[in-house]
C-alpha cells in the first residue's frame, strides 16, 4: 500500500489540541498534557506525531526550547482556521464599508486588539501629521461614530479622502473611527 501525505485523524486532533489550547492559554501545552487529550499513552507517539506535523509544515517547534510549538499559517487551514487579519486601505475612498470589503493587503491583528476584530482597519500615513505621525507610518483604526476632546480620529473630508485630526466639540466633520495603535519603521 503506497504511503499517502494524507493526515490521520490523530494528527489532525493533536494539532486542533496545540490550537485550541495556545488560544485559550497563551502557551503550548506539554506532551503528556497531549498524551491525555487525544488518548494515547506514550510520549514518544506524540513526539512522532509532532515531527510528521513539522514535516508537513503544520507545526513549528523552536529545537532550543522543548515547549516552543506553534501552529503554523499551513496547519490554520488544515484546521479550517481563518488568520485573523485587519485590512489595509488607502486614504482615498468613497465609502468606508466597501474600501473594507475589497481590501486586497492585509496585516495580522496583534494579540492585544483581538477583541476589537472585526472593527478594525489599517491606514498607511501618506504625509506627516502634527509632529507625532510620519509619512510612511501605519495607524490601526477601531470604527466608532464618537470620540473624546483631543483623541486622533480618521475623518472623511470633503474631498472624500481619510485624513486625520485632532477631534474637537467644535468641528463637525464625520469621524471614522479613532486611531488605537502605529507602527513606524525604524
Not at 501525505?5 to 496545540?18: A, D, E, F, G, H
Not at 517547534?61 to 484546521?79: F, Q, S, Y
Request: charged fraction near 25%.
Amino acid at each position: 500500500m503506497p504511503k499517502t501525505n494524507n493526515p490521520t485523524s490523530k494528527q489532525v486532533q493533536i494539532l486542533q489540541y496545540i490550537y485550541d489550547t495556545v488560544e485559550k492559554r497563551k502557551f503550548p501545552p506539554t506532551v503528556r498534557e497531549i498524551c491525555e487529550a487525544v488518548n494515547l499513552s506514550s510520549t514518544s507517539t506524540v513526539h512522532g506525531h509532532l515531527a510528521r506535523l513539522e514535516h508537513k509544515g503544520w507545526l513549528y517547534r523552536d529545537a532550543t526550547k522543548p515547549r516552543a510549538i506553534e501552529v503554523t499559517k499551513a496547519g490554520l487551514k488544515e484546521l479550517g482556521v481563518k488568520p485573523q487579519v485587519i485590512p489595509i486601505i488607502n486614504s482615498s475612498i468613497t465609502d468606508l464599508n466597501e474600501a473594507i470589503e475589497k481590501a486586497s493587503d492585509f496585516f495580522p491583528i496583534p494579540p492585544q486588539l483581538k477583541k476589537f476584530a472585526g472593527n478594525l482597519f489599517m491606514l498607511k500615513v501618506e504625509t506627516d501629521f502634527h509632529n507625532q505621525l510620519l509619512a510612511g507610518d501605519q495607524i490601526i483604526i477601531k470604527k466608532q461614530t464618537s470620540a473624546t476632546e483631543n483623541d486622533i480620529v480618521i475623518v472623511l473630508n470633503e474631498d472624500n479622502k481619510l485624513s486625520l485630526a485632532h477631534y474637537s466639540k467644535e468641528n463637525s466633520t464625520l469621524i471614522l473611527g479613532k486611531v488605537i495603535s502605529l507602527y513606524r519603521n525604524i
